[in-house]
């Protein structure tokens, strides 16, 4: 997040496709375009970028809390102990936070056409335009760590934040305190990048969802190999596993979107192996893992749903 054997097959056929164990449970329906979802110990907490909304529920399931409406295309977000932070996409969007309780939300800064948000306990850390800025989870002047730069959504480990440069055709990392920005893998030719691209840090080593599939690179060698070579949306790792989604093939057509193959919800060791199939025919939009269960947000427009499947043992 060597290899293993794989988990059990698919056995169990359902109306919300094919699970591993059981039914996921439904935690929420009809979402309007649901974005980006984030945990702790008791809730899950989930922006939907159409419906505008900010929410929260129990991760048991029962009535979600809209913590913030009528936001401004609310995307990706973080939490804290007392806390929700997000970006709001858009030319007049910024970085805003809401308390868990509840109450009035408050923009922490201004920023044009921000995306991406991770934290570290102290900042926030968010790309807009063609710079990387932090700035304190309780407001104030934004820093600007790295400028110049084509970058996707930035992540975080202890030590430094990376991001995907498009331009540079590179992912980039710079020291959280600042510095010198610097490429750690370099996107190999005949590889590419969308700009959506998944990439997530864990234990030295990076994981980066490209065409050609997924690629896990060491992030101080670069030493590199595809495990996985269906194209990946979404990428978590947890503990000595690495669960994925597969993404849906769609088109537009006269009464709509068409979709030409189904999305997968899999798990796998981390370092590669036999992956197994959790769930099929799926749209997944983010992707979150616990100790005890795996939490998605499924489907497009006002289709959407906050999904909680059993974490397999």
Known sequence: MGPRSSLLAVTVVMGLGRALHAD??????????PHTLALDRDSV??????????????KRGGAPRILARDQTSPAELAVDADFVYWVSHGAAGGVSRVAKRGGKPDRL????????LVSDGERLYYVAGDALYAVSKRGGAAVTLARGID???????????????????????????GGEPRAVFDVKDGMS????????????FGYLSTEKGLVRFDLGSGASGIIVSDFVEQIVVAGDRLFVSIGASSKMGPGGVTFE???????MPKAGGAPATLLERLNVRDLAVDMEAVYLLDGIGKNGRLLRLPRPR
């Open 24 to 33: 996921p449970a439904v935690l929420a329906a009809h979402l309007w375009g």
């Open 45 to 58: 907490y989930f922006t939907t970028i159409g419906g505008g909304e900010v929410v929260a529920i129990a």
């Open 109 to 116: 800064v201004d920023a044009a056409n921000p995306y991406g």
């Open 151 to 177: 970058a996707g959504r930035p992540v975080i480990d202890d030590q430094r934040v990376y991001w995907v440069d498009l331009g540079r055709r590179a992912v980039m990392a710079v020291p959280r305190a």
């Open 193 to 204: 990048v969308a700009p959506l691209a998944d990439l997530v840090v864990a234990d030295g």
């Open 261 to 267: 193959s189904d999305g997968s919800l899999r798990v």
